[in-house]
Nanobody, 114 residues
Framework: QVQLVESGGGLVQPGGSLRLSCVAS????????MGWYRRAPGKQRELVAA???????NYADSVQGRFTISRDNAKNTVYLQMNSLKTEDTAVYYC????????WGQGTQVTVSS
């Protein structure tokens, strides 16, 4: 069973921070790119951040300078550090991985509100 499990979502005030974690079911995922998608109500899904097996990163313009993706291959884990959160960051965040980022987790809700 291929499985990606996200955690760390919750409610945070604007300007606050959260760190999302994604644990993969096997070390095979660490040989491929990993990323984070998000989907907000009424909006198209957005690839927020991606990281290659070697650690190169890419970010959506909407989160550039505020979010950081990282990975710990020894722990089969990918992280998304989210700083300076805005209300428009409210969404369900999904971990993805594998060739073409075709495997998805169940999602974790992030709500930014005062």
């Amino acid at each position: 069973q291929v499985q990606l499990v996200e955690s760390g979502g919750g409610l945070v005030q604007p300007g606050g921070s959260l760190r999302l974690s994604c644990v993969a079911s096997g070390s095979i995922f660490m040989s491929y790119p990993m990323g984070w998608y998000r989907r907000a109500p009424g909006k198209q899904r957005e690839l927020v951040a991606a990281i290659t097996s070697g650690g190169s990163t890419n970010y959506a313009d909407s989160v550039q300078g505020r979010f950081t993706i990282s990975r710990d291959n020894a722990k089969n884990t990918v992280y998304l550090q989210m700083n300076s959160l805005k209300t428009e960051d409210t969404a369900v965040y999904y971990c993805c991985g594998g060739s073409g980022l075709t495997y998805w987790g169940q999602g974790t809700q992030v709500t930014v509100s005062s």
